[in-house]
């Protein structure tokens, strides 16, 4: 009996593996803010794979947000030395919660190779908010505040801005 309920579930987890592997759908959306392309993405074959590891993105603390003119600053605090350090930002899901205002989900993550060395630095970086206020333009016809809940990335440390397109 436990035979065929393992073949069971190694059954399903195949189908469900094949058919995440398989899908032919293009409506899938992903809003990629900085880091390079400021767009939102339409065509599938243009979005990145997703990553399996054991290895836990690298630490950093995400000290300050403000928003000014478009642009959200991030003072950041991280160790390294040996290796450049990027960052980058993701509003995900790619929709608003519904609230007065409405609230978006940021996540900050820092991207580098392993680096061995101990300093600390405390940077100031920067994202341009367009991508969001172009979504909240096609959601809703006008722009208005929106709350941005701005978390780093694998923690549930949370800074909180405003962030108002109609007035930049």
Not at 131 to 151: K, M, Q, R
Request: with cysteine.
């Amino acid at each position: 009996m436990t035979r065929i309920f393992i073949s069971l579930v190694a059954l399903l987890l195949l189908l469900t593996i094949m058919q995440c592997s398989d899908s032919s759908d293009s409506s899938v959306n992903a809003v990629i803010i900085g880091g390079g392309n400021n767009s939102v993405l339409s065509d599938q074959d243009s979005l990145s794979p997703v990553i399996i590891t054991d290895v836990w993105p690298r630490a950093f603390s995400l000290l300050e947000v403000a928003v000014d003119d478009g642009i959200m600053t991030a003072k950041v605090q991280y160790s390294g030395g040996c290796k450049e350090h990027f960052f980058e930002c993701f509003m995900t899901p790619a929709a608003f919660l519904e609230s007065d205002p409405v609230q978006a989900y940021l996540y900050v993550r820092v991207s580098s190779e392993p680096d061995p060395c101990d300093a600390i630095f405390t940077e100031t970086v920067y994202f341009d908010l367009t991508p969001i206020a172009d979504l909240y333009l096609a959601h809703y016809g006008t722009l208005d505040e929106i709350v941005l809940n701005v978390y780093e990335f694998g923690t549930d440390n949370k800074l909180v801005v405003s962030y108002n397109p109609a007035l930049e």
